[in-house]
């Protein structure tokens, strides 16, 4: 069953890649080396490796780093850190960018893409390790304790090997957000595939060396793909010692509590004042035109509706697969696991176009409806909501699962009263990070939304397309409004925000 269902979630994932094969393939072998064997296409692919390995580096760090003190520190305030933390991921990257370059003086370029994505991006990092930080087995750290190892060789020997699951799916979701980003990378000018992409499709009217460059993005999305599999312990499990759950204890930090507070404020600040501070001074013109507010509250409305349609059936699609990677280790697993995050690094407006071709010639009905968007937010964001479940199951103790077999119960029954139930945290990270991420996303719900249906994202880029920042400062309000309740589960999903401290 498992396997039969995770076969259907990857099928719906690859639809844009059987897509990109066929249009591509029509290009003839000729034409298709012509647009390859060039100098700009090295240059791109050198860029675009290099970028998502910096922002990757980046966001492990700050990830890591901001997990550690949020979930096992006596951090003052730090239920509002993590909120503040988490927040990022509600930021669209364009609107992060436009800010910031509307802030700074000649912010452009390969490391201002690389700042905006860094402090957009290091949420998808912290979120996964907060999670298995808080769910690690502390009897493990408390044996390497007793046998006279300190608190770095502890963390470093044996917290770290517990939450490598996280830390490589945090990871890895970053560096293929950014080879998909389209957002931060156009509006810095900074030369990466989607960029090149995107010129192709709306300013060359070249549709043949677009697609034949998301061939290539899909290879490096391979590679990267390979990379990190490369890094896998074959059939490691990283379970808790015992069927008890026990909270982690909080170190105290002593003379290093204040920087720690300096640099998760500088980090809060960098990420979300600079867009704050953008919005607000053109939020009062904004506001005033007639009319403005109901327009708001309709796009509202519409972003909420398609965002919970597209979540739903993301996390319907990802649940079997992300059971299967974590309990039937093995070759097939892993490769459909790899293969439903393809997708992910295909840029929004090649998704778009690949599932408008496939509502007009293969199932028309979906045409201009709400589940064809839905469809394009699942082929996006699988990956996102495979991640998520595969490391709270990696975490679930199997010897429960074991014991409800042995008494008798079959394996749907033991699926939806142990497995399901242990992995609820992980099943609700995910489900509100698809969410806010289905909020924001813009090309391919510029494409598929229905005729008339208008969202906060598609308005905030009309308006924005036309330089009517003011009136653009509402929708991203709110989008920021909005994001706060999702953001808030998500980081009480991970145990951020548990009350709970020991000595």
Same mark, same amino acid.
């Given at each position: 069953?498992? $396997?039969?269902?995770?076969?259907?979630?990857?099928?719906?994932?690859?639809?844009?890649?059987?897509?990109?094969?066929?249009?591509?393939?029509?290009?003839?072998?000729?034409?298709?080396?012509?647009?390859? @064997?060039?100098?700009?296409?090295?240059?791109?692919?050198?860029?675009?490796?290099?970028?998502?390995?910096?922002?990757?580096?980046? !966001?492990?760090?700050?990830?890591?780093?901001?997990?550690?003190?949020?979930?096992?520190?006596?951090?003052?305030?730090?239920?509002?850190?993590?909120?503040?933390?988490?927040?990022?991921?509600?930021?669209?990257?364009?609107?992060?960018?436009?800010?910031?370059?509307?802030?700074?003086?000649?912010?452009?370029?390969?490391?201002?893409?690389?700042?905006?994505?860094?402090? !957009?991006?290091?949420?998808?990092?912290?979120?996964?390790?907060?999670?298995?930080?808080?769910?690690?087995?502390?009897?493990?750290?408390?044996?390497?304790?007793?046998?006279?190892?300190?608190?770095?060789?502890?963390?470093?020997?044996?917290?770290?090997?517990?939450?490598?699951?996280?830390?490589?799916?945090?990871?890895?979701?970053?560096?293929?957000?950014?080879?998909?980003?389209?957002?931060?990378?156009?509006?810095?000018?900074?030369?990466?595939?989607?960029?090149?992409?995107?010129?192709?499709?709306?300013?060359?009217?070249?549709?043949?060396?677009?697609?034949?460059?998301?061939?290539?993005?899909?290879?490096?999305?391979?590679?990267?793909?390979?990379?990190?599999?490369?890094?896998?312990?074959?059939?490691?499990?990283?379970?808790?010692?015992?069927?008890?759950?026990?909270?982690?204890?909080?170190?105290?930090?002593?003379?290093?509590?204040?920087?720690?507070?300096?640099?998760?404020?500088?980090?809060?600040?960098?990420?979300?004042?600079?867009?704050?501070?953008?919005?607000?001074?053109?939020?009062?013109?904004?506001?005033?035109?007639?009319?403005?507010?109901?327009?708001?509250?309709?796009?509202?409305?519409?972003?909420?509706?398609?965002?919970?349609?597209?979540?739903?059936?993301?996390?319907?699609?990802?649940?079997?697969?992300?059971?299967?990677?974590?309990?039937?280790?093995?070759?097939?697993?892993?490769?459909?696991?790899?293969?439903?995050?393809?997708?992910?690094? $295909?840029?929004?407006?090649?998704?778009?176009?690949?599932?408008?071709?496939?509502?007009?010639?293969?199932?028309?009905?979906?045409?201009?409806?709400?589940?064809?968007?839905?469809?394009?937010?699942?082929?996006?964001?699988?990956?996102?909501?495979?991640?998520?479940?595969?490391?709270?199951?990696?975490?679930?103790?199997?010897?429960?699962?074991?014991?409800?077999?042995?008494?008798?119960?079959?394996? @749907?029954?033991?699926?939806?009263?142990?497995?399901?139930?242990?992995?609820?945290?992980?099943?609700?990270?995910?489900?509100?990070?698809?969410?806010?991420?289905?909020?924001?996303?813009?090309?391919?719900?510029?494409?598929?939304?229905?005729?008339?249906?208008?969202? @906060?994202?598609?308005?905030?880029?009309?308006?924005?397309?036309?330089?009517?920042?003011?009136?653009?400062?509402?929708?991203?309000?709110?989008?920021?409004?909005?994001?706060?309740?999702?953001?808030?589960?998500?980081?009480?999903?991970?145990?951020?925000?548990?009350?709970?401290?020991?000595?």
């Amino acid at each position: 069953m498992l $396997l039969t269902s995770s076969v259907v979630a990857v099928a719906v994932a690859l639809i844009p890649l059987v897509y990109l094969a066929v249009r591509t393939a029509e290009a003839g072998g000729v034409r298709i080396a012509e647009e390859l @064997l060039t100098g700009r296409v090295a240059a791109l692919a050198a860029g675009t490796l290099a970028l998502a390995a910096v922002v990757t580096a980046g !966001c492990l760090v700050l990830g890591v780093g901001s997990a550690f003190l949020l979930v096992r520190t006596d951090l003052p305030a730090r239920r509002v850190f993590a909120v503040l933390a988490v927040l990022p991921l509600a930021v669209p990257t364009y609107i992060a960018g436009f800010a910031w370059v509307s802030t700074v003086d000649g912010f452009e370029g390969f490391w201002a893409a690389a700042l905006v994505l860094t402090l !957009c991006s290091y949420p998808y990092v912290l979120l996964p390790v907060a999670a298995a930080l808080a769910g690690a087995d502390p009897a493990q750290e408390e044996v390497s304790r007793s046998l006279g190892h300190g608190g770095w060789r502890t963390f470093t020997q044996v917290t770290l090997r517990q939450i490598r699951p996280a830390i490589a799916g945090g990871g890895l979701l970053v560096a293929l957000y950014v080879l998909s980003d389209f957002g931060a990378v156009s509006i810095v000018r900074a030369d990466t595939f989607t960029r090149a992409i995107f010129l192709a499709f709306d300013l060359g009217f070249d549709r043949t060396g677009a697609l034949v460059l998301s061939t290539v993005l899909v290879a490096l999305t391979v590679l990267v793909l390979a990379g990190e599999g490369a890094t896998r312990r074959r059939g490691a499990r990283y379970a808790r010692l015992n069927g008890t759950r026990r909270p982690p204890g909080r170190a105290g930090l002593g003379r290093a509590r204040w920087p720690a507070v300096a640099a998760l404020l500088a980090v809060a600040v960098s990420a979300l004042g600079v867009t704050a501070f953008s919005l607000a001074r053109r939020m009062a013109e904004g506001v005033s035109r007639p009319g403005t507010w109901p327009e708001v509250m309709v796009a509202a409305g519409n972003s909420l509706w398609l965002s919970l349609a597209g979540t739903a059936l993301t996390m319907l699609l990802a649940l079997p697969l992300g059971v299967l990677s974590a309990r039937v280790p093995g070759r097939l697993s892993a490769m459909l696991e790899r293969l439903g995050y393809l997708s992910h690094a $295909l840029p929004g407006v090649v998704i778009g176009l690949s599932l408008v071709f496939f509502g007009i010639n293969v199932a028309y009905p979906l045409y201009q409806t709400t589940w064809l968007l839905a469809l394009a937010y699942a082929a996006l964001f699988l990956p996102l909501a495979v991640t998520a479940v595969a490391t709270a199951t990696a975490q679930a103790p199997p010897v429960l699962e074991e014991v409800a077999r042995s008494l008798g119960r079959g394996p @749907l029954a033991v699926l939806g009263t142990v497995t399901l139930p242990l992995t609820l945290p992980g099943i609700g990270a995910g489900a509100a990070l698809v969410f806010l991420t289905c909020m924001k996303e813009l090309p391919a719900t510029l494409l598929l939304r229905p005729t008339g249906v208008d969202t @906060l994202a598609t308005e905030l880029w009309t308006n924005t397309a036309v330089a009517a920042y003011a009136g653009a400062a509402p929708y991203a309000v709110l989008l920021v409004v909005l994001s706060s309740v999702p953001t808030w589960l998500l980081a009480a999903r991970t145990g951020i925000l548990s009350k709970e401290v020991q000595r």
